[in-house]
């Protein structure tokens, strides 16, 4: 793959550009997601991906545990996995199964629809999995969030995740405030003075007691998201979310995938994003890598866990459409 072809792509970062999904809890008629995402805050687009595929995808995770037998899902057998069900490390968001599932047409359609534009970027962002009646985890207490600074108002990300394994009402997954994104200004202005939960960057707000209160008092509601295996999750990082361990017997597996507009990423950033593609290094939601991860390096017990590695176990193949999705292409070149 020539890495030097240079697509050429407008850099607007002001006005939203026409065409695009406004996001604003008004009524719309594209017959399609588009209309539950403007009006819900999110939406799940059924079979995005092929059934059989996201089958053969979730079949590719494999740790070193027996499917079939669940005493061998301890921490001896599995790679770091946060109480969230995060692997932040061993290069894992470059693995080849991983960065096919974000060459999905079903799943870059979706973003190219809410966007109206073809010319995207996608996050280097983690792998979920979370393991039903797993022992010796901490809990997963409920950490109600949004992924956007409040002091920035309006949409401007859209997350995702293609989920690998069947979630129902009692299984791991995806918890929003529906509807939360159309009040997110108001929500902002009146809690002004509620002290904060300390966070480590300004682009994630806690939702405190009263901040669940005043939801509440707004009419608006929890809800479990529930998605089968191929299905792709949408949702605007100012609608409320968090996620929750599987209750019954169903592991969840599941591929955090954002994509937005290259416009809406500077050349450096791109530059960023082509230093953390060539490391293999992760990265948030964020697809102009606003933010990067230090190193591929898991931490087990407060040591390097001796199963780290830099590379991913099976590096990704590229093809043109998921070589733009890196950014690369679209980087001038310096004169
Ligand atoms: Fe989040």
């Not at 999904?21 to 819900?40: A, E, I, Q, V």
């Not at 089968?228 to 605007?236: A, R, T, Y």
């Not at 990082?237 to 937005?260: E, F, I, W």
């Not at 950033?269 to 890598?289: C, I, M, Q, S, V």
Request: glycine content about 8%; proline content about 9%.
């Amino acid at each position: 793959m020539s890495t030097t072809t240079t697509i050429t792509a407008t850099v607007n970062n002001t006005a939203t550009p026409k065409g695009r999904l406004p996001l604003d809890g008004s009524p719309t008629k594209y017959g399609d997601f588009r209309d539950s995402l403007n009006r819900d805050g999110y939406a799940v687009i059924k079979g995005a991906i092929p059934l059989d595929r996201a089958r053969k995808y979730a079949n590719e995770f494999r740790p070193r545990y027996r499917r079939d037998d669940p005493s061998t899902v301890k921490q001896s057998n599995l790679p770091v996995i946060n109480e969230k069900g995060m692997i932040l490390a061993y290069g894992v968001t470059h693995e080849k199964w991983v960065w096919d599932i974000r060459g999905e047409p079903g799943v870059i359609e979706a973003f190219a629809k809410v966007y109206d534009d073809e010319d995207l970027i996608v996050s280097f962002d983690v792998v979920n999995v979370q393991f039903a009646n797993r022992q010796g985890m901490p809990e997963n207490k409920p950490w109600p969030h949004q992924d956007q600074d409040p002091s920035k108002p309006g949409f401007r990300c859209l997350q995702g995740l293609v989920n690998l394994n069947p979630s129902g009402p009692n299984d791991g997954g995806l918890i929003v405030c529906p509807g939360a994104h159309r009040l997110s200004q108001q929500f902002h202005r009146e809690m002004a003075d509620e002290p904060r939960i300390p966070a480590w960057t300004p682009e994630w707000f806690g939702f405190t007691e009263s901040g669940m209160q005043w939801l509440k008092s707004h009419g608006l509601e929890w809800v479990k998201v529930c998605a089968e295996p191929g299905d792709l999750i949408v949702w605007d990082s100012r609608t409320p979310h968090y996620n929750v361990a599987p209750s019954g017997t169903q592991d969840r597996l599941a591929v955090y995938t954002c994509y937005m507009p290259v416009a809406d990423a500077s050349q450096e950033d791109l530059r960023k994003k082509k230093d953390a593609f060539e490391k293999r290094l992760g990265t948030t939601h964020w697809p102009n890598a606003r933010y990067v991860a230090g190193s591929n390096v898991a931490m087990r017990d407060g040591k390097p866990c001796p199963k780290s590695r830099e590379r991913p176990i099976q590096e990704p193949v590229l093809n043109e459409r998921t070589f733009r999705l890196t950014g690369i292409p679209y980087i001038k070149q310096e004169s």
